[in-house]
């Protein structure tokens, strides 16, 4: 990691501004999420019940058996109209079950690349700014943006014949990537792609 960004990361894990900005962030997130997916999917809330469920698209980054890392588009499709919270009006919810979980907000420089690597535990990703690219050992390249969502859990990759392992990521374009990542604290899975439903 280069000195530059090193003290930056150091300066802006010290600055209770950026906490606090992380912590509004979290608290938003569910319903920034829903509301930016599924703006164009749902009709009014008073219309929700007359409809079909709808689909959520994320990328799933898994491993396979051979130790390589892939990208692949999937479907959430398991949502349920119900209250978050009794008297609140019914939204459509996909519960996940995960044991705990870690929350970060990352600022990747712009032009910032870094090297092969896995994630170090499996993870979402959401962008909230700018955007970033994810290359798996197979070869996929996949850009994203806000709106959109990824799952990344390439450990257990082994290195190829040029001794790349898991995935290569960086910025795309004139401004830094924001992103949120959640860390899971469940197991990766091998061989699964497209896990959650």
């Given at each position: 990691?280069?000195?530059?960004?090193?003290?930056?990361?150091?300066?802006?894990?010290?600055?209770?501004?950026?906490?606090?900005?992380?912590?509004?962030?979290?608290?938003?997130?569910?319903?920034?999420?829903?509301?930016?997916?599924?703006?164009?999917?749902?009709?009014?809330?008073?219309?929700?019940?007359?409809?079909?469920?709808?689909?959520?698209?994320?990328?799933?980054?898994?491993?396979?058996?051979?130790?390589?890392?892939?990208?692949?588009?999937?479907?959430?499709?398991?949502?349920?109209?119900?209250?978050?919270?009794?008297?609140?009006?019914?939204?459509w919810q996909d519960r996940l079950k995960a044991e705990?979980?870690?929350?970060?907000?990352?600022?990747?420089?712009?032009?910032?690349?870094?090297?092969?690597?896995?994630?170090?535990?499996?993870?979402?990703?959401?962008?909230?700014?700018?955007?970033?690219?994810?290359?798996?050992?197979?070869?996929?390249?996949?850009?994203?943006?806000?709106?959109?969502?990824?799952?990344?859990?390439?450990?257990?990759?082994?290195?190829?014949?040029?001794?790349?392992?898991?995935?290569?990521?960086?910025?795309?374009?004139?401004?830094?990537?924001?992103?949120?990542?959640?860390?899971?604290?469940?197991?990766?899975?091998?061989?699964?792609?497209?896990?959650?439903?």
């Amino acid at each position: 990691m280069d000195t530059q960004l090193h003290a930056w990361m150091f300066q802006c894990k010290k600055t209770s501004p950026i906490a606090l900005e992380a912590g509004k962030i979290f608290t938003i997130f569910s319903f920034l999420v829903l509301a930016l997916t599924f703006t164009l999917i749902l009709p009014s809330p008073a219309n929700a019940a007359g409809i079909s469920p709808p689909i959520f698209h994320y990328w799933h980054m898994w491993t396979d058996v051979n130790g390589v890392s892939h990208l692949m588009k999937c479907e959430m499709r398991n949502f349920v109209l119900q209250s978050m919270e009794p008297p609140a009006a019914p939204q459509w919810q996909d519960r996940l079950k995960a044991e705990g979980a870690t929350v970060i907000v990352t600022v990747q420089p712009i032009g910032w690349v870094g090297t092969w690597h896995e994630n170090p535990k499996p993870q979402w990703i959401i962008p909230l700014s700018g955007r970033w690219f994810v290359e798996t050992m197979d070869g996929r390249r996949v850009e994203m943006g806000p709106g959109e969502v990824s799952f990344g859990e390439d450990q257990n990759t082994k290195p190829n014949s040029k001794g790349q392992k898991g995935h290569l990521s960086g910025t795309v374009g004139n401004e830094p990537a924001v992103l949120m990542v959640i860390q899971l604290k469940d197991a990766p899975t091998v061989n699964q792609p497209c896990h959650f439903k």
